[in-house]
Antibody, heavy 119, light 107 residues
Framework: QVQLVQSGSEVKNPGASMKVSCKAS????????LHWVRQAPGEGLEWMGW????????NYAQKFQGRITMTRDTSISTAYMELSSLRSDDTAMYYC????????????WGQGTLLSVSS | EIVMTQSPATLSVSPGERATLSCRAS??????FAWYQQKPGQAPRLLIY???TRATGIPARFSGSGSGTEFTLTISSLQSEDFAIYYC?????????FGQGTKLEIK
């Protein structure tokens, strides 16, 4: 069965960077785009960008341009999202999500990784 | 950026009754529209994509409809497990955007 398993919670100081992993199983990793979506506490969902695991190509939401990097390691079917220059308003749950048919909607989601940014 | 607006913010419905949730887009989406359900402490779950198509494993009591910029999610007979937050999403253009959510609560 399809699974996306994310790395564990993180606590960071303002200005630091964080890198979340998303390990895929149950399907061919390179066949489906992966997106990252975040959710601040008690808030709605915010799309951050996608990576094409086959080519490594990426597309980031303008809001995060310059401080987000998405990468992948096809040998271990794992995608990564790194966010730098962290601020308190980056405190959120971060999800990876599989994109069915590269259409832009998400049929499987990771369990989420909680990031807390606090001094 | 396409703005998605959901209404109402909270909907109180009794089990067994019908629930109707709405979402409006600031531009036409050409059916590139999805609904998700999220329960506390869980990731969102895809319910509907392409405006009207139920995702794999989603019960028939969930249905989507709409046209252009106005969309509706109908749950025909509410079960206890349906009380959750529902989000709409557009994938017509980047950045993909979500509505702010409708909380469906037990009346």
């Amino acid at each position: 069965q399809v699974q996306l398993v994310q790395s564990g919670s993180e606590v960071k100081n303002p200005g630091a960077s964080m890198k979340v992993s998303c390990k895929a199983s149950g399907y061919t990793f390179t066949d489906y785009y992966l997106h990252w979506v975040r959710q601040a506490p008690g808030e709605g969902l915010e799309w951050m960008g996608w990576i094409n695991p086959d080519s490594g190509g990426t597309n980031y939401a303008q809001k995060f341009q310059g401080r987000i990097t998405m990468t992948r390691d096809t040998s271990i079917s794992t995608a990564y999202m790194e966010l730098s220059s962290l601020r308190s308003d980056d405190t959120a749950m971060y999800y990876c999500a599989r994109d069915l048919w590269a259409a832009g909607f998400f049929d499987y989601w990771g369990q989420g990784t909680l990031l807390s940014v606090s001094s | 950026e396409i703005v998605m607006t959901q209404s109402p913010a909270t909907l109180s419905v009794s089990p067994g009754e019908r629930a109707t949730l709405s979402c409006r887009a600031s531009q036409s989406l050409s059916s590139k529209f999805a609904w998700y359900q999220q329960k506390p402490g869980q990731a969102p779950r895809l319910l509907i994509y392409a405006e009207t198509t139920r995702a794999t494993g989603i019960p028939a009591r969930f249905s989507g409809s709409g046209s252009g910029t106005e969309f509706t999610l109908t749950i025909s007979s509410l079960q206890s497990e349906d009380f959750a937050i529902y989000y709409c999403q557009q994938y017509r253009s980047w950045p993909y955007t979500f509505g702010q959510g409708t909380k469906l609560e037990i009346k």
